[in-house]
Protein backbone atom coordinates (compact mmCIF):
# COMPACT_ATOMS: atom_id res chain seq x y z
CA UNK A 1 0.00 0.00 0.00
CA UNK A 2 1.34 3.03 -0.71
CA UNK A 3 1.73 6.18 1.47
CA UNK A 4 -0.06 9.29 1.05
CA UNK A 5 3.03 11.32 0.67
CA UNK A 6 3.70 9.35 -2.49
CA UNK A 7 0.25 9.11 -3.65
CA UNK A 8 0.45 13.54 -3.62
CA UNK A 9 3.77 13.24 -5.53
CA UNK A 10 2.20 10.89 -8.13
CA UNK A 11 -0.73 13.40 -8.51
CA UNK A 12 1.42 16.04 -8.93
CA UNK A 13 3.36 14.96 -11.81
CA UNK A 14 0.48 13.66 -13.29
CA UNK A 15 -1.13 17.23 -13.31
CA UNK A 16 1.77 18.64 -14.39
CA UNK A 17 2.31 16.47 -17.09
CA UNK A 18 -1.16 17.16 -18.33
CA UNK A 19 -0.60 20.60 -18.16
CA UNK A 20 1.94 20.08 -21.07
CA UNK A 21 -0.19 17.81 -23.36
CA UNK A 22 -2.70 20.39 -22.72
CA UNK A 23 -0.39 22.98 -23.72
CA UNK A 24 0.75 21.17 -26.67
CA UNK A 25 -3.09 20.34 -28.03
CA UNK A 26 -3.26 24.40 -27.97
CA UNK A 27 -0.11 24.91 -29.65
CA UNK A 28 -0.92 22.62 -32.18
CA UNK A 29 -4.43 23.86 -32.77
CA UNK A 30 -2.83 27.56 -33.83
CA UNK A 31 -0.04 26.17 -35.39
CA UNK A 32 -2.50 24.29 -38.02
CA UNK A 33 -4.63 27.41 -38.26
CA UNK A 34 -2.26 29.38 -39.14
CA UNK A 35 -0.89 27.19 -41.79
CA UNK A 36 -4.40 26.45 -43.83
CA UNK A 37 -4.76 30.21 -43.39
CA UNK A 38 -1.71 31.08 -45.63
CA UNK A 39 -2.19 28.06 -48.09
CA UNK A 40 -5.68 29.28 -48.42
CA UNK A 41 -4.10 32.64 -49.49
CA UNK A 42 -1.94 31.34 -52.45
CA UNK A 43 -4.84 28.84 -53.82
CA UNK A 44 -6.65 31.39 -56.12
CA UNK A 45 -2.72 31.54 -57.91
CA UNK A 46 -2.58 27.64 -58.21
CA UNK A 47 -5.97 27.50 -59.38
CA UNK A 48 -5.26 29.96 -62.44
CA UNK A 49 -2.34 28.74 -63.49
CA UNK A 50 -3.83 24.95 -63.52
CA UNK A 51 -6.35 26.30 -65.97
CA UNK A 52 -3.79 28.02 -68.28
CA UNK A 53 -2.28 24.75 -68.29
CA UNK A 54 -4.94 22.67 -68.94
CA UNK A 55 -6.16 25.14 -71.80
CA UNK A 56 -2.89 24.85 -73.12
CA UNK A 57 -3.29 21.20 -73.38
CA UNK A 58 -6.76 21.41 -75.12
CA UNK A 59 -5.61 23.36 -77.64
CA UNK A 60 -2.06 22.64 -78.69
CA UNK A 61 -1.83 19.55 -75.88
CA UNK A 62 -2.00 16.77 -78.93
CA UNK A 63 1.48 17.81 -80.70
CA UNK A 64 3.53 18.68 -77.34
CA UNK A 65 6.21 16.45 -76.10
CA UNK A 66 8.46 17.72 -73.23
CA UNK A 67 10.11 14.88 -70.20
CA UNK A 68 7.54 16.89 -67.78
CA UNK A 69 4.62 15.40 -69.30
CA UNK A 70 4.12 11.71 -70.60
CA UNK A 71 1.07 10.40 -71.65
CA UNK A 72 2.91 7.40 -71.82
CA UNK A 73 3.27 6.60 -68.43
CA UNK A 74 1.43 3.28 -66.51
CA UNK A 75 0.51 4.74 -62.79
CA UNK A 76 -0.03 1.68 -62.03
CA UNK A 77 4.06 0.24 -62.92
CA UNK A 78 6.26 2.00 -60.40
CA UNK A 79 9.69 0.12 -61.21
CA UNK A 80 12.81 2.61 -63.11
CA UNK A 81 14.55 4.77 -61.39
CA UNK A 82 12.48 6.91 -59.25
CA UNK A 83 13.29 9.89 -56.96
CA UNK A 84 10.91 9.53 -53.92
CA UNK A 85 10.24 12.95 -51.81
CA UNK A 86 8.78 12.07 -48.46
CA UNK A 87 7.56 14.52 -45.49
CA UNK A 88 7.25 13.65 -42.23
CA UNK A 89 7.12 15.93 -39.19
CA UNK A 90 10.11 17.03 -37.41
CA UNK A 91 9.05 15.42 -33.98
CA UNK A 92 7.15 12.37 -32.67
CA UNK A 93 4.14 12.03 -30.32
CA UNK A 94 1.89 12.66 -32.89
CA UNK A 95 0.21 9.33 -33.26
CA UNK A 96 1.38 7.21 -36.10
CA UNK A 97 1.68 10.05 -38.43
CA UNK A 98 4.97 9.57 -39.11
CA UNK A 99 4.81 5.89 -39.27
CA UNK A 100 2.21 5.83 -41.80
CA UNK A 101 4.05 8.18 -44.29
CA UNK A 102 6.92 6.47 -43.84
CA UNK A 103 5.39 3.01 -44.40
CA UNK A 104 3.68 4.08 -47.46
CA UNK A 105 7.33 5.43 -48.68
CA UNK A 106 8.60 1.72 -48.29
CA UNK A 107 6.31 0.37 -50.41
CA UNK A 108 7.01 2.69 -52.78
CA UNK A 109 10.50 1.27 -52.44
CA UNK A 110 10.07 -2.40 -52.89
CA UNK A 111 8.56 -1.33 -56.31
CA UNK A 112 11.29 0.15 -57.22
CA UNK A 113 14.68 -1.03 -59.24
CA UNK A 114 16.27 1.76 -57.46
CA UNK A 115 15.60 4.85 -55.33
CA UNK A 116 16.91 7.70 -54.49
CA UNK A 117 15.38 9.33 -51.19
CA UNK A 118 14.67 13.18 -50.27
CA UNK A 119 13.81 13.35 -46.74
CA UNK A 120 11.69 16.50 -45.13
CA UNK A 121 11.02 16.34 -41.68
CA UNK A 122 13.86 15.49 -38.57
CA UNK A 123 11.86 12.44 -37.97
CA UNK A 124 11.91 10.92 -40.87
CA UNK A 125 15.73 11.71 -41.66
CA UNK A 126 16.61 10.03 -38.32
CA UNK A 127 14.29 7.34 -39.14
CA UNK A 128 15.72 6.59 -42.71
CA UNK A 129 19.72 7.05 -41.37
CA UNK A 130 19.20 4.28 -38.24
CA UNK A 131 17.34 1.74 -40.04
CA UNK A 132 20.53 2.31 -42.65
CA UNK A 133 18.61 3.69 -45.96
CA UNK A 134 20.47 5.56 -48.37
CA UNK A 135 19.34 9.00 -47.71
CA UNK A 136 20.42 12.21 -50.13
CA UNK A 137 22.34 13.98 -47.30
CA UNK A 138 22.47 17.28 -48.88
CA UNK A 139 18.98 17.86 -49.12
CA UNK A 140 17.98 19.30 -45.73
CA UNK A 141 14.79 20.20 -44.89
CA UNK A 142 12.89 20.76 -41.33
CA UNK A 143 9.32 20.58 -41.34
CA UNK A 144 9.10 23.50 -39.21
CA UNK A 145 6.68 25.86 -40.88
CA UNK A 146 6.02 25.34 -44.64
CA UNK A 147 6.35 28.08 -46.81
CA UNK A 148 6.24 28.82 -50.34
CA UNK A 149 10.21 29.80 -50.06
CA UNK A 150 11.07 26.37 -48.69
CA UNK A 151 8.34 24.84 -51.55
CA UNK A 152 10.81 26.48 -54.12
CA UNK A 153 13.91 25.31 -52.52
CA UNK A 154 12.88 21.81 -52.24
CA UNK A 155 11.46 21.96 -56.12
CA UNK A 156 14.69 23.74 -57.52
CA UNK A 157 16.95 20.93 -55.99
CA UNK A 158 15.09 17.85 -57.39
CA UNK A 159 14.58 19.67 -60.85
CA UNK A 160 18.58 20.03 -60.63
CA UNK A 161 18.72 16.29 -59.61
CA UNK A 162 15.71 15.60 -62.28
CA UNK A 163 17.60 17.18 -64.91
CA UNK A 164 21.15 15.82 -64.09
CA UNK A 165 19.37 12.38 -64.60
CA UNK A 166 19.73 10.74 -60.86
CA UNK A 167 16.43 9.64 -62.34
CA UNK A 168 13.54 9.08 -64.27
CA UNK A 169 10.33 9.73 -62.36
CA UNK A 170 9.79 11.54 -59.14
CA UNK A 171 7.16 10.44 -56.59
CA UNK A 172 6.05 12.41 -53.34
CA UNK A 173 4.92 10.33 -50.28
CA UNK A 174 2.87 13.00 -48.28
CA UNK A 175 -0.21 13.04 -45.51
CA UNK A 176 -3.40 14.14 -47.00
CA UNK A 177 -5.72 16.37 -45.06
CA UNK A 178 -8.95 15.07 -44.16
CA UNK A 179 -10.42 18.32 -42.42
CA UNK A 180 -11.33 18.56 -38.38
CA UNK A 181 -9.79 16.02 -35.52
CA UNK A 182 -8.45 12.69 -37.65
CA UNK A 183 -4.93 11.54 -39.02
CA UNK A 184 -4.75 12.09 -42.45
CA UNK A 185 -4.27 9.33 -44.86
CA UNK A 186 -1.04 9.11 -46.06
CA UNK A 187 -0.32 8.26 -50.00
CA UNK A 188 1.87 8.86 -52.76
CA UNK A 189 1.65 10.66 -56.07
CA UNK A 190 3.38 11.10 -59.17
CA UNK A 191 5.08 14.58 -59.88
CA UNK A 192 7.11 14.02 -63.01
CA UNK A 193 6.20 13.17 -65.54
CA UNK A 194 2.96 14.58 -65.07
CA UNK A 195 -0.11 12.92 -66.26
CA UNK A 196 -1.72 14.89 -68.86
CA UNK A 197 -4.61 13.75 -67.75
CA UNK A 198 -4.60 15.19 -64.32
CA UNK A 199 -5.36 18.73 -66.13
CA UNK A 200 -8.43 17.58 -68.35
CA UNK A 201 -10.70 16.10 -65.92
CA UNK A 202 -14.02 15.30 -66.75
CA UNK A 203 -16.71 17.32 -66.26
CA UNK A 204 -14.80 20.50 -66.13
CA UNK A 205 -13.78 21.29 -69.58
CA UNK A 206 -16.70 23.88 -69.77
CA UNK A 207 -14.93 26.67 -68.51
CA UNK A 208 -12.19 26.35 -71.04
CA UNK A 209 -12.72 27.90 -74.42
CA UNK A 210 -10.79 26.50 -76.83
CA UNK A 211 -12.07 28.20 -79.48
CA UNK A 212 -9.59 31.62 -78.53
CA UNK A 213 -6.44 31.59 -80.71
CA UNK A 214 -3.48 32.38 -79.02
CA UNK A 215 0.11 33.50 -79.90
CA UNK A 216 2.79 31.49 -78.03
CA UNK A 217 6.17 33.10 -77.85
CA UNK A 218 9.01 31.71 -78.45
CA UNK A 219 6.69 28.56 -78.97
CA UNK A 220 4.16 26.31 -76.43
CA UNK A 221 6.70 23.87 -75.60
CA UNK A 222 8.86 26.49 -73.70
CA UNK A 223 6.25 28.33 -72.37
CA UNK A 224 4.46 25.21 -70.55
CA UNK A 225 7.65 24.09 -70.02
CA UNK A 226 8.48 27.68 -67.81
CA UNK A 227 5.34 27.47 -65.92
CA UNK A 228 5.03 23.79 -65.50
CA UNK A 229 8.18 24.32 -62.91
CA UNK A 230 5.87 27.24 -61.01
CA UNK A 231 2.89 24.69 -60.95
CA UNK A 232 5.38 22.08 -59.53
CA UNK A 233 6.04 24.53 -56.66
CA UNK A 234 2.01 24.90 -55.81
CA UNK A 235 2.40 21.04 -55.93
CA UNK A 236 4.77 20.68 -53.61
CA UNK A 237 3.72 23.16 -51.24
CA UNK A 238 0.49 22.06 -51.04
CA UNK A 239 1.76 18.48 -50.38
CA UNK A 240 4.01 20.27 -47.50
CA UNK A 241 1.40 22.03 -46.09
CA UNK A 242 -1.40 18.78 -46.23
CA UNK A 243 1.66 16.78 -44.24
CA UNK A 244 1.57 19.90 -41.81
CA UNK A 245 -1.56 19.98 -41.19
CA UNK A 246 -2.31 16.50 -40.49
CA UNK A 247 0.84 16.44 -38.25
CA UNK A 248 -0.26 18.66 -36.11
CA UNK A 249 -4.50 17.32 -36.17
CA UNK A 250 -2.54 13.92 -35.24
CA UNK A 251 -0.62 15.89 -32.34
CA UNK A 252 -4.10 17.59 -31.14
CA UNK A 253 -5.46 13.95 -31.22
CA UNK A 254 -2.77 12.54 -29.28
CA UNK A 255 -2.32 14.99 -27.31
CA UNK A 256 -6.23 14.81 -26.28
CA UNK A 257 -6.71 11.27 -25.51
CA UNK A 258 -3.30 11.92 -23.09
CA UNK A 259 -5.40 14.60 -21.72
CA UNK A 260 -8.21 11.83 -21.11
CA UNK A 261 -6.16 9.45 -19.63
CA UNK A 262 -4.35 12.13 -16.91
CA UNK A 263 -7.67 13.10 -15.81
CA UNK A 264 -8.93 9.66 -15.32
CA UNK A 265 -5.86 8.84 -13.75
CA UNK A 266 -6.19 12.08 -11.63
CA UNK A 267 -9.62 10.85 -10.44
CA UNK A 268 -8.33 7.34 -9.32
CA UNK A 269 -5.44 8.86 -7.62
CA UNK A 270 -7.45 10.61 -5.59
CA UNK A 271 -10.24 8.40 -4.95
CA UNK A 272 -7.44 6.58 -3.54
CA UNK A 273 -5.72 9.18 -1.69
CA UNK A 274 -9.19 10.05 -0.13
CA UNK A 275 -9.12 5.94 0.76
CA UNK A 276 -6.43 6.27 2.71
CA UNK A 277 -6.77 9.94 4.54
CA UNK A 278 -10.19 7.62 5.93
CA UNK A 279 -8.74 4.93 6.70
CA UNK A 280 -5.83 6.99 8.92
CA UNK A 281 -8.00 9.11 10.44
CA UNK A 282 -10.23 6.18 11.53
CA UNK A 283 -7.44 3.96 12.85
CA UNK A 284 -6.47 7.05 14.70
CA UNK A 285 -9.71 7.21 16.60
CA UNK A 286 -9.80 3.76 17.29
CA UNK A 287 -6.61 3.95 18.74
CA UNK A 288 -7.60 7.19 20.89
CA UNK A 289 -10.76 5.90 22.10
CA UNK A 290 -9.18 2.73 22.97
CA UNK A 291 -6.76 4.28 25.03
CA UNK A 292 -9.42 6.65 26.55
CA UNK A 293 -11.17 2.86 27.38
CA UNK A 294 -7.90 1.65 29.16
CA UNK A 295 -7.28 4.25 30.74
CA UNK A 296 -10.62 4.77 32.56
CA UNK A 297 -10.56 1.04 33.01
CA UNK A 298 -7.32 1.21 35.02
CA UNK A 299 -8.98 4.12 37.20
CA UNK A 300 -11.98 1.72 38.74
CA UNK B 1 -6.23 56.69 -73.83
CA UNK B 2 -7.56 53.19 -74.33
CA UNK B 3 -7.47 51.27 -71.16
CA UNK B 4 -7.79 47.24 -70.89
CA UNK B 5 -8.48 44.96 -67.60
CA UNK B 6 -5.31 43.71 -65.75
CA UNK B 7 -5.04 40.98 -63.47
CA UNK B 8 -1.53 41.17 -61.77
CA UNK B 9 -1.55 38.24 -59.22
CA UNK B 10 1.61 36.76 -57.30
CA UNK B 11 1.25 33.51 -55.62
CA UNK B 12 0.33 35.20 -52.07
CA UNK B 13 -0.90 37.96 -53.42
CA UNK B 14 -2.92 39.59 -55.48
CA UNK B 15 -0.59 42.70 -57.05
CA UNK B 16 -2.98 44.46 -58.91
CA UNK B 17 -6.69 43.81 -60.27
CA UNK B 18 -8.02 46.79 -62.55
CA UNK B 19 -7.82 49.19 -65.69
CA UNK B 20 -4.69 49.73 -66.91
CA UNK B 21 -3.32 51.75 -69.84
CA UNK B 22 0.07 49.60 -70.41
CA UNK B 23 2.22 47.11 -69.20
CA UNK B 24 5.73 45.91 -69.73
CA UNK B 25 6.90 42.88 -69.06
CA UNK B 26 10.32 40.85 -69.55
CA UNK B 27 9.66 37.66 -71.06
CA UNK B 28 11.69 35.09 -72.61
CA UNK B 29 12.13 37.15 -75.77
CA UNK B 30 13.05 40.22 -74.36
CA UNK B 31 11.11 42.76 -72.86
CA UNK B 32 7.40 43.37 -74.32
CA UNK B 33 4.93 46.40 -73.64
CA UNK B 34 0.98 46.03 -74.15
CA UNK B 35 -1.20 48.36 -74.75
CA UNK B 36 -5.25 48.11 -75.00
CA UNK B 37 -6.53 45.84 -77.63
CA UNK B 38 -2.79 43.82 -77.95
CA UNK B 39 -3.43 40.68 -80.06
CA UNK B 40 -3.86 37.21 -77.65
CA UNK B 41 -0.76 36.06 -76.67
CA UNK B 42 0.78 33.56 -73.61
CA UNK B 43 4.34 34.09 -72.94
CA UNK B 44 6.85 33.01 -69.96
CA UNK B 45 7.80 35.65 -67.93
CA UNK B 46 11.59 35.71 -66.64
CA UNK B 47 12.97 37.60 -63.75
CA UNK B 48 12.56 41.13 -64.20
CA UNK B 49 10.74 44.56 -63.65
CA UNK B 50 7.03 45.10 -64.60
CA UNK B 51 6.29 48.37 -65.45
CA UNK B 52 1.99 49.19 -65.63
CA UNK B 53 0.39 52.38 -65.62
CA UNK B 54 -3.23 51.99 -63.44
CA UNK B 55 -5.88 53.72 -65.03
CA UNK B 56 -9.44 54.19 -63.84
CA UNK B 57 -11.04 54.99 -60.63
CA UNK B 58 -10.04 52.40 -58.49
CA UNK B 59 -6.71 53.01 -58.63
CA UNK B 60 -7.24 56.86 -57.91
CA UNK B 61 -8.86 56.00 -54.94
CA UNK B 62 -5.88 53.31 -54.38
CA UNK B 63 -3.46 56.24 -54.38
CA UNK B 64 -2.11 55.26 -57.65
CA UNK B 65 -1.15 57.39 -60.37
CA UNK B 66 1.34 57.08 -62.92
CA UNK B 67 3.59 53.64 -63.41
CA UNK B 68 4.22 51.24 -60.72
CA UNK B 69 7.19 49.16 -60.82
CA UNK B 70 7.30 46.09 -59.33
CA UNK B 71 10.20 43.31 -59.48
CA UNK B 72 8.38 39.55 -60.71
CA UNK B 73 10.00 36.11 -60.80
CA UNK B 74 9.18 33.58 -63.13
CA UNK B 75 5.55 33.43 -64.07
CA UNK B 76 3.10 33.50 -67.17
CA UNK B 77 1.80 36.45 -69.39
CA UNK B 78 -1.53 36.07 -71.04
CA UNK B 79 -3.16 38.50 -73.49
CA UNK B 80 -6.72 37.34 -74.16
CA UNK B 81 -9.45 39.62 -75.36
CA UNK B 82 -8.03 42.77 -74.06
CA UNK B 83 -7.93 41.07 -70.70
CA UNK B 84 -3.96 41.25 -69.49
CA UNK B 85 -2.80 38.58 -66.64
CA UNK B 86 0.29 38.06 -65.39
CA UNK B 87 0.91 35.01 -62.84
CA UNK B 88 3.98 35.27 -61.08
CA UNK B 89 6.07 33.38 -58.54
CA UNK B 90 6.96 36.44 -56.40
CA UNK B 91 6.45 40.17 -56.56
CA UNK B 92 7.72 42.60 -54.53
CA UNK B 93 7.61 46.63 -54.81
CA UNK B 94 11.38 48.04 -54.81
CA UNK B 95 11.05 49.29 -51.49
CA UNK B 96 9.88 45.68 -49.97
CA UNK B 97 12.47 43.54 -51.25
CA UNK B 98 15.36 44.12 -48.87
CA UNK B 99 12.42 43.22 -45.91
CA UNK B 100 11.35 40.21 -48.41
CA UNK B 101 14.88 39.06 -48.52
CA UNK B 102 15.91 39.19 -44.98
CA UNK B 103 12.81 37.55 -43.82
CA UNK B 104 13.85 34.53 -46.08
CA UNK B 105 16.99 35.12 -44.53
CA UNK B 106 15.38 34.98 -40.62
CA UNK B 107 13.04 31.90 -41.97
CA UNK B 108 16.67 30.47 -43.47
CA UNK B 109 18.69 31.54 -39.59
CA UNK B 110 16.00 29.57 -37.86
CA UNK B 111 15.92 26.28 -39.63
CA UNK B 112 19.55 26.24 -39.44
CA UNK B 113 19.59 26.72 -35.28
CA UNK B 114 17.19 24.31 -35.09
CA UNK B 115 19.53 21.54 -36.52
CA UNK B 116 22.85 22.92 -35.39
CA UNK B 117 24.98 20.70 -33.91
CA UNK B 118 27.65 21.71 -32.96
CA UNK B 119 28.36 24.97 -30.47
CA UNK B 120 30.10 26.63 -33.57
CA UNK B 121 26.85 26.05 -35.57
CA UNK B 122 24.23 27.28 -33.02
CA UNK B 123 26.54 30.88 -33.03
CA UNK B 124 26.92 30.83 -36.11
CA UNK B 125 22.93 30.14 -36.78
CA UNK B 126 22.41 32.65 -34.24
CA UNK B 127 24.13 35.41 -35.54
CA UNK B 128 23.06 35.16 -38.79
CA UNK B 129 19.35 35.55 -37.30
CA UNK B 130 20.02 38.38 -35.36
CA UNK B 131 21.81 40.13 -38.43
CA UNK B 132 18.27 39.32 -40.50
CA UNK B 133 16.07 40.29 -37.51
CA UNK B 134 17.78 43.59 -37.33
CA UNK B 135 17.81 44.33 -40.90
CA UNK B 136 13.99 43.72 -40.56
CA UNK B 137 13.76 46.01 -38.12
CA UNK B 138 15.76 48.83 -40.24
CA UNK B 139 13.86 48.16 -43.12
CA UNK B 140 10.37 48.56 -41.13
CA UNK B 141 11.10 52.00 -39.72
CA UNK B 142 12.68 52.79 -43.24
CA UNK B 143 9.10 52.58 -44.55
CA UNK B 144 7.30 54.40 -41.84
CA UNK B 145 9.58 57.58 -42.19
Known amino acids: ?241 NSYSSEQSARMMAMDSANDNASELLGQLKLEFNHLRQNAITQEITEISSGARSLRNKGN | MATFKLHFMASDHMVYEGDAESVSVMTTEGSIGILAYHSNLIMAVVPGIVEYVPAGKGAEAAGMTGKQISVVSDGLLKVENNDVMILVDTAENPEEIDEARAKRAEEKAREDLKRANSNRDVALASAELSRALSRIKASKSKHHL
Open chain 1, 1 to 241: MPSTKEIKNRIKSVSDTQKITNAMYLISSTKMRRARKEAEETKPYFDLLRKEIRRMFAIEGGEVHSRYYDADVDENVAGGRNGILVITGDKGLAGAYNQNVIKESMELMDKSDEYRLYVVGDFGWRFYRTHGYPVCEDFQHSMNQPSLAMARDITRELLDDFDDGLFDRLYVCYTEFSGGLSFGTAMHDRLIPFDRDDFVPEGEETDVNASTVFEYEPDVKTVLERIMQSYLVGYVYSALV
